[in-house]
């Protein structure tokens, strides 16, 4: 991704791309956008977030398909922001090599980046990856299609 083309958007603009909305909203913001090509973002976790509440509730872990769906959700904002998207819903249709390698806990903050690998129609794929710091959350491959609500 380039610096020159790049975009940030707090979370206002992000609920204006997506029809997501809490509990389900899981990009805090974007802190860089190349639309139709990839975003790097983040979601701040804490103590309070419902999924801790049951998941492991003496020692709660952010479980993995969500954050494979914050991922999901920031290649959606990616391509939403591309006006040939505008208006449309990006379907979350598989992933690939999905690997889980770190566990993400309250107070955490997860770095997302994706970029899209290809583009064939309404049909698409993104090389995807969250982080804690330095440390690898998990990482994979998302396939999506784009559709009319």
């Known amino acids: 991704m380039t610096a020159a083309?790049?975009?940030?958007?707090?979370?206002?603009?992000?609920?204006?791309?997506?029809?997501?909305?809490y509990p389900f909203l899981l990009v805090?913001?974007?802190?860089?956008?190349?639309?139709g090509f990839g975003a790097k973002g983040y979601k701040n976790l804490t103590a309070n977030e419902q999924f801790f509440e049951g998941h492991f509730p003496d020692?709660?872990?952010?479980?993995?398909?969500?954050?494979?769906e914050a991922l999901a959700q920031l290649a959606?904002?990616?391509?939403?922001?591309?006006?040939e998207y505008k208006g449309m819903l990006g379907v979350f249709t598989g992933m690939d090599g999905m690997k889980?390698?770190?566990?993400v806990t309250p107070g955490d903050r997860l770095d997302m980046?994706?970029?899209l690998l290809k583009m064939k129609g309404p049909l698409g794929k993104v090389k995807v990856q969250?982080?804690?710091?330095?440390?690898?959350a998990c990482e994979g491959e998302i396939s999506f299609a784009m559709v009319k609500p």
Do not use: W
């Open 100 to 103: 889980f390698r770190t566990m």
């Open 5 to 21: 083309a790049a975009q940030e958007l707090d979370i206002r603009q992000i609920k204006e791309l997506l029809p997501h909305r």
């Open 28 to 35: 805090d913001r974007v802190t860089h956008l190349e639309p």
């Open 113 to 115: 980046e994706v970029e």
């Open 76 to 83: 959606c904002i990616a391509l939403l922001a591309k006006d």
């Open 130 to 136: 969250a982080k804690v710091g330095d440390k690898i």
């Open 59 to 68: 020692k709660p872990i952010m479980p993995g398909v969500l954050m494979v």
